[in-house]
């Protein structure tokens, strides 16, 4: 039995096992949406796909072209209503990681989050995922807050008004592109597909995705739709290639390192410290998510 014939076989379960994790976000899904983000163990031929989609009507619903399960019709004028929320953000948080990219270190910088879906309240803040230069990490995150700071969009600790405020939500350098084992799992696996690349040096974020390819155990469709997302390259300026040689003193990656953790070990909740890969999440968002996701399972008899 081949993968086409195997989904013929449970392809209501997979599509309610996809449209229950967007669910968790209040994100109906397009048809094409969902075939990429199939939450399957083999990849679909999206022919076959689209064959059975159509026949589901008992426990899927439509409306305005998304799909979404049982009781959850309000869930699409949520989505219409926050892309034009994520479409002004997206506008802002361009403009600003344009800027960003003065420091030489930046290698990369995509939006995470809600945003990166255009998923966006207008009271959110903007989370940010960046790569860095090798052994960089502190003192590129020590200028980004600084950069942030100047301009009036960092989101400090405890800060209840964020909206269109800036989190260095994950820092990570070139020589740990592929995360960790604790974290292939499927919560992250939609972080990191979903991630929005906007600009970059060199070829980071197709080294990225393809240091990652544990994603497609979970997501086994998504490759297609990351490699039509478009990113901007950046050329370095001659002010910037003069500050990168400036910034090679290895002190400054000491004194940044030292003067950062003192601040941070103050208030240490559940992020993740180390020399080559930061993440600020004072929340345990993943298990959140996939405790809601497994509960959902159940409810439908799918677990």
């Not at 009781?71 to 926050?82: A, D, Q, S």
């Not at 966006?120 to 942030?148: A, C, H, P, Y």
């Not at 180390?274 to 298990?287: E, T, V």
Request: glycine share 4%; aromatic share 12%; charged share 25%.
């Amino acid at each position: 039995m081949d993968n086409s014939q195997k989904f013929a076989s449970n392809a209501t379960d997979v599509i309610i096992k996809t449209l229950l994790y967007s669910d968790i976000f209040d994100f109906p899904l397009l048809e094409e949406e969902i075939w990429s983000y199939l939450i399957s163990e083999k990849r679909i031929k999206q022919k076959h796909f689209i064959g059975k989609i159509k026949k589901i009507n008992s426990v899927v619903f439509r409306k305005n072209g998304y799909l979404f399960t049982s009781g959850r019709e309000e869930i699409v004028e949520t989505r219409i209503k926050r892309i034009k929320e994520s479409t002004i953000k997206l506008e802002i948080a361009q403009k600003i990681i344009k800027t960003l990219f003065i420091v030489p270190m930046v290698l990369f910088v995509g939006i995470s989050g809600n945003l990166s879906m255009l998923n966006s309240q207008k009271e959110d803040d903007i989370d940010l995922f960046v790569i860095v230069k090798k052994n960089k990490i502190w003192i590129t995150r020590l200028l980004l807050i600084g950069m942030l700071k100047f301009m009036g969009v960092y989101r400090k600790r405890g800060q209840k008004n964020v909206s269109n405020k800036f989190c260095l939500n994950m820092l990570i350098d070139e020589t740990s592109l592929r995360l960790s084992s604790n974290l292939q799992n499927l919560y992250t696996a939609h972080e990191v597909s979903q991630l929005m690349p906007i600009r970059q040096r060199g070829e980071t974020h197709k080294k990225f995705i393809s240091s990652n390819s544990w994603v497609f155990n979970f997501l086994p469709n998504i490759s297609e739709e990351i490699k039509r997302r478009k990113i901007e390259n950046h050329s370095d300026s001659l002010f910037e290639k003069t500050l990168s040689v400036l910034l090679l003193a290895p002190f400054l990656e000491f004194f940044a390192r030292a003067f950062q953790l003192y601040s941070i070990n103050k208030n240490l909740t559940s992020e993740t410290i180390k020399d080559n890969f930061l993440a600020f999440h004072p929340r345990d968002y993943k298990s959140e998510v996939l405790l809601k996701y497994n509960k959902s399972l159940f409810k439908y008899g799918l677990s």
